[in-house]
């Protein structure tokens, strides 16, 4: 038998791992990777004003996209007429309303990541809180465009706005459409009032530290913040409430978006459990289009691979994990309930959903939702793929989509009136229309990103005074204090 | 009356800072009279002085409740005025709720905005004491003491480890 002998570790060999494991921990994290304040500030500046020709290629494509497929196809359609969209007896809804909870479902990820996980005082949210809270703005604006083509006669829409008419049609309150019209409205101010609070510390920074044209923009809309201990305080308390209040007027969003279908009795809609399902959903599709959102800007900004980094694509792969888990709950339970009611026109719509003309799109919803997040993100060096994660959170997106497409054209093709059936939904200019919301959608990020600071720099540096490494024995461990 | 002199102490870090602040007091300078400006939050108790006062949560506490009135006269009070009777119904109250709490939370959030802008008095355009280092991440102190005091402070603050010490002066940001 043969038997190896090795020596037994010395003092400084231990030493040298805790300074590797030190070395190491400073590399993964950026909470404790601390540079100047004065070289984060000129990081993030250079950041948004290096601006390569190949950029606004891009813009002008995404451009004129937008010129002709988002308002070319909407003036035309609003010139010949709602027949050009697939609506049609029995899909009035058609792609619209998909859109719009689609766009809708997006922007949940801003508030989730910025609002709860300041709430619980998750640290790695520090870098890309804006960016999430820019999401939510671009994406209820997207969702607003297609309510307004969805109107048809879109110079009508202050007919939702309660004031007296001439033919003293008040607005109903009692309706579920009403309340969406307030709810998205309350949410759209909300959070752009969120974006906007923790962004003047920021244009004050740009502001001392632009010239010209840049400087007079920053100037105004910094509002002559200085950085003093009351404005500090008024800020921070005013993070505070809001943090804890746009939760709760995030989830009703989503909810109320959900009633618009289950408070009517049809089959596959009337369900108690539309509302958290409806939630989750949106949630599943913000936090995959906040992954891939934090992964293009890491790849395509100057400096943004010392803010962005694998530990931060691995917080928001678990985040994804969780929230497919959480959804393929909520998918189930739903399905399980109806399924069990042994209602016809039920049984007939869930048949309809599997063995139809579009059967094939809930399979791919079921495989794109759970199956490849499942498969993938279990695994911590996929999880840091950034073309991994990226192309997951896409199909978690388009799997997301289906899942609309699948509850409003799909499912208004059977309802308790067999005479009515319908087969096969066949999509019109929404299409066109979609694609230039989302052109919109990226053309909006990206001029965005010239100009304001992405990165919210006092809220990284206030991260990095917090976190420290002290040892324990001689393993060297993290410890964060609270220093609000 | 006495004459009275803005200085601005600039330091490097957050230690020095806050042994200038006891020190102000220990040469008569109440906290009154000093106003700490930085690039990052630095809470009150990191520097040993009192809380600020902030109106901002009356606000919001304020603008919730005209939200909830608000919202009870648009779900209960205009149907009163335009009435639709539907199917024979009047007001359901579930559906009044929705109503009530979506403009409770949009006036609460509303109002918390603009009490940041009123307790912070934004915009201001103004020409002020300020200089561009505080936002690289200096801690600057705003002294406003007599005019007998000015040399003693100013030498205190240099053997504190203030980087520079100078009268402020208001210039536009």
Known sequence: ?484 | MTEKNLLLAIFEDIDPAARAVDKLRELGVTDEHVTVISGTPITEAMLGRKPQWSNVTRFALGGAFVGLCVGIFLAYGTPQLYPIVVNARWIGVPPTIVVMFELTMLLMLISTFLGVFLDSRFPNYTPTEYVPEISDGRIALLIECAGELERAVESAMHAIGAESVKRAQAEAL
Request: hydrophobic share 55%; net charge neutral.
């Open chain 1, 1 to 484: 038998m043969a038997i190896s002998a090795s020596a037994l570790p010395h003092a400084h060999a231990e030493e040298h791992h805790a300074h590797d494991h030190e070395a190491e921990l400073r590399r993964e994290h950026l909470m404790l990777d601390p540079k100047p304040r004065g070289e984060l500030n000129a990081m993030v500046m250079e950041s948004m004003t290096s601006t390569s020709w190949k950029f606004w290629v891009v813009a002008g494509i995404l451009a004129v996209i937008v010129a002709v497929a988002l308002f070319g196809a909407w003036g035309y359609m609003i010139s010949e007429g709602l027949y050009l969209s697939g609506k049609n007896r029995p899909g009035y809804w058609s792609l619209f309303l998909v859109h719009t909870v689609f766009w809708v479902g997006i922007s949940h990820a801003g508030t989730f990541v910025s609002a709860l996980l300041r709430v619980f005082k998750v640290e790695f949210r520090r870098p890309f809180t804006r960016a999430a809270e820019l999401m939510t703005t671009f994406a209820l604006a997207q969702a607003g465009i297609q309510i307004f083509a969805h109107m048809g006669r879109v110079w009508l829409a202050y007919w939702m706005f309660p004031i007296p008419n001439q033919r003293q049609l008040w607005v109903n309150f009692q309706s579920p459409l009403m309340w969406d019209f307030l709810a998205i409205n309350t949410y759209l101010l909300a959070s752009t009032m969120y974006l906007f609070l923790p962004l003047i510390p920021d244009l004050a920074m740009a502001r001392d530290r632009s010239t010209g044209w840049r400087k007079s923009v920053y100037r105004i809309l910094a509002l002559g913040f200085r950085g003093t201990e009351a404005e500090w305080t008024h800020l921070r308390i005013a993070l505070n409430i809001f943090a804890f209040a746009i939760l709760p007027v995030m989830f009703s969003v989503h909810t109320i978006v959900s009633w618009d279908f289950a408070v009517a009795m049809r089959p596959g809609w009337s369900s108690t459990i539309f509302g958290p399902y409806f939630v989750i959903g949106a949630l599943q599709s913000g936090v995959a289009a906040v992954g891939m959102v934090v992964i293009v800007i890491r790849y395509t900004m100057k400096h943004m691979d010392y803010f962005i980094r694998k530990e931060h694509f691995d917080a928001i792969g678990k985040l994804m994990l969780v929230i497919s888990m959480g959804w393929a709950y909520f998918f189930f339970n739903d399905y399980m309930i109806q399924w069990y009611g042994g209602d016809s026109f039920t049984d007939a719509l869930l048949h309809f959903h599997e063995a139809g003309p579009g059967g094939w799109i809930w399979f791919m919803m079921l495989i794109t939702n759970v199956a490849i997040p499942w498969l993938v993100l279990w695994n911590k060096a996929w999880r840091r793929n950034p073309v991994l994660l990226f192309s997951v959170g896409l199909l978690i997106n388009v799997g997301m989509w289906a899942e609309r497409y699948i509850i409003v054209p799909v499912s208004l093709q059977i309802n308790r009136m067999p005479f009515l059936w319908g087969q096969d939904f066949r999509p019109g200019i929404e299409v066109p229309i979609f694609i230039g919301t989302v052109a919109f959608f990226v053309l909006l990020y990206m001029l965005a990103s010239r100009f304001l600071p992405l990165v919210p720099v006092w809220e990284v540096q206030e991260g990095q005074m917090a976190h420290s490494i002290r040892r324990y024995g001689k393993e060297p461990v993290v410890s964060v204090a609270e220093l609000e």
